[in-house]
Nanobody, 125 residues
């Protein structure tokens, strides 16, 4: 089992920045990839970006590319989502997720095993 706890959400004006953290605990040795998803009210869950745990390879949704950066600190078992140039359309609950080896990961989120409780990000215009 892996437990994920997000933090760092809040309210910010458009153009501002926030950094989200996701602390993993438990059987983290089995993690291959972690990702961030978000869900706005009345909308479906949306892929934001992902990072492989050991190598640190990243992949981003087109909607955040160039504005958001995912990084990880293996010593702290923590993944970060640095969000710059925030827009009102970035308002959502942001979720951290983790998955093991041998999966075919896509942007649906179905391949991931563990999810955090989510943290609210609100961007005002």
């Amino acid at each position: 089992q892996v437990q994920l706890v997000e933090s760092g959400g809040g309210s910010v004006q458009a153009g501002g920045s926030l950094r989200l953290s996701c602390a993993a605990s438990g059987r983290t040795i089995g993690i291959f990839q972690m990702a961030w998803f978000r869900q706005a009210p009345g909308k479906e869950r949306e892929f934001v970006g992902s990072i492989t745990w050991s190598v640190g390879s990243t992949y981003y949704a087109d909607s955040v590319k160039g504005r958001f950066t995912i990084s990880r600190d293996n010593a702290k078992n923590t993944v970060y989502l640095q969000m710059n140039s925030l827009k009102p359309e970035d308002t959502a609950v942001y979720y951290c997720t983790a998955g093991g080896y041998g999966r075919r990961y896509d942007q649906t989120g179905r391949a991931y095993d563990y999810w955090g409780q989510g943290t609210q990000v609100t961007v005002s215009s």
